[in-house]
């Protein structure tokens, strides 16, 4: 079974930085589509960035020259380089993938989700 695991999340102080991590179990052979959501407390998911191989990242307008999305092939992960971190980023962060398997199959595979907490 293909699983995402994240890491990286925790408390930080406003203007400081956080990077996540999102790495693929054994089994995958590639990521296609990779994208960053985050649900605040009694809050929808919302977007807040996307890249694919061929393409230039795409990101939340709230987010926009504070983060950075970016990828290792050669591992099977993806990262969020969080800066600037402001209160109002507290969320949990979920990284979602759309991965082709050893055996080719495509799947869309999400994270456990990493808690991000903006306190001083």
């Known amino acids: 079974q293909v699983q995402l695991v994240e890491s990286g999340g925790g408390l930080v102080q406003p203007g400081g930085s956080l990077r996540l991590s999102c790495e693929a179990s054994?089994?995958?052979?590639?990521?296609?589509?990779m994208r960053w959501y985050r649900q605040a407390p009694e809050q929808q998911r919302e977007f807040v960035a996307r890249t694919t191989p061929d393409s230039t990242p795409v990101y939340a307008d709230s987010v926009k020259g504070r983060f950075t999305i970016s990828t290792d092939n050669a591992k099977n992960a993806m990262y969020l380089q969080m800066t600037s971190l402001k209160p109002e980023d507290t969320a949990i962060y979920y990284c979602n993938v759309h991965v082709i398997t050893v055996e080719g199959w495509y799947l869309e595979v999400w994270g456990q989700g990493t808690l991000v907490t903006v306190s001083s």
């Open positions: 054994r089994g995958v052979s590639s990521f296609t589509t």
